[in-house]
């Protein structure tokens, strides 16, 4: 602590990034990022960017990311006046945070749930309540709706759960919606690409219906640009405005140059899009069937990581045990799942060897 800190800055615990270490031939599988290259017509068009004019980066970008805005109206087929555009999802939940999920009573998000809400909350003193997930880690949309109208501030989850992967039917969306219609809900779909093949279940179907429903995505997973922190919002204009609002107090260019044109490209390429999210989803139906061999109990994921624990062995102890073979998965320490690992998809390679390791492990 220090004397030149601000008050609030003495209460702040910090969301704990995973793990990103530079070791040997890594299998790196604790952070859900995408196995799979981004899109050709992304890199295409950062290079065309680059290229075609160098003395473009002296300038500032566009602060209303009105091609990324189009482009992700288009995939949605919603106004682009219903988008807002963000660096990564992350700051555009923390806008959201800011600007629609402070009220007098208390924001309600999971028990088991992205631990970053809660340091938001810290960081913008909201009061929140954390709902506890059931005995299978899946969400009970009567726990919120139980609470009344009058006393909820805002609902967020993510949708699928992280870290546990389970989804959520819009039908239940649209029920917590229509029974708290003077609350924001925010649904965080950071994952919700992975969740079906034919159908992708995502609550911006919902939006014209519900007013109050938000729901926020990144490029980050199923478009495999982690390294570009692109993220956005679709909403009606009232909940955009909000966050415009925010952002605009805060730093009117969030996005550059080469992220607009490289989500720009990505966002429009669907066929990319479509066939390594169908990889994806593949792979974790195999690498869940693989681990369930071995005995491990696998809660079903509508993600691209799956949440598995041992009834017979540690769940730190396993972490450990593969880190010293040089492949490294998420242990989260908290109550209720410290007993789990949260391991991300990867290559249908990379999961062989992540299954023939703990094949030996847990022998």
Not at 14 to 41: D, I
Not at 215 to 225: A, D, E, G
Not at 301 to 315: G, I, M
Request: one cysteine or more; hydrophobic letters at 45%; proline letters at 7%.
């Amino acid at each position: 602590m220090s004397r030149f800190w601000s008050p609030v800055v003495h209460d702040l615990t910090p969301y704990v990034p995973g793990e990103q270490p530079k070791l040997a031939k890594l299998v790196k599988l604790n952070t859900n990022e995408n196995p799979y290259p981004p899109s050709p017509r992304a890199l295409e068009a950062i290079r065309a960017e680059l290229g075609e004019d160098a003395d473009r980066l002296k300038l500032y970008p566009d602060p209303t990311g009105s091609q990324l805005k189009a482009a992700v109206a288009r995939h949605f087929d919603v106004p682009a006046e219903w988008v807002f555009v963000g660096n990564s999802s992350d700051e555009v939940l923390a806008h959201t945070f800011q600007g629609l999920l402070k009220h007098e009573a208390p924001l309600l998000f999971p028990d088991i749930t992205y631990s970053f809400y809660p340091v938001y909350c810290g960081l913008y003193g909201i009061d929140f309540e954390a709902i506890p997930l059931d005995a299978q880690f899946a969400i009970r949309v009567d726990d919120y709706i139980a609470r009344g109208a009058g006393q909820v501030g805002a609902v967020i989850f993510p949708n699928p759960n992280a870290p546990t992967g389970r989804l959520l039917p819009l039908a239940d969306i649209a029920r917590l919606a229509e029974a708290l219609p003077d609350a924001p809900i925010v649904i965080d779909e950071a994952y919700v690409d992975f969740g079906g093949l034919d159908v992708i279940p995502t609550a911006v179907a919902l939006i014209r219906r519900h007013p109050n429903i938000l729901v926020t995505q990144t490029l980050s997973k199923s478009r495999s640009l982690a390294g570009l922190r692109v993220g956005f919002a679709i909403g009606q204009p009232e909940l955009i405005e909000a966050l415009t609002r925010v952002k605009d107090s805060f730093n009117s260019y969030p996005l550059d140059r080469l992220a607009l044109v490289g989500a720009s490209a990505a966002m429009d390429d669907e066929a990319w899009f479509d066939t390594t999210r169908r990889q994806v989803i593949a792979s974790r139906n195999a690498l869940s069937a693989s681990l369930a061999g071995l005995g491990f109990d696998v809660l079903p994921s509508a993600a691209n990581f799956v949440f598995a624990r041992h009834p017979q062995r540690d769940a730190a102890a396993l972490a450990a045990a593969l880190r010293d073979r040089s492949i490294i998965v998420r242990h989260f320490k908290a109550e209720r799942i410290d007993q789990f690992l949260r391991i991300t998809v990867g290559t249908d390679a990379q999961c062989a060897l992540l299954i023939d390791a703990l094949r030996e492990i847990v022998a």
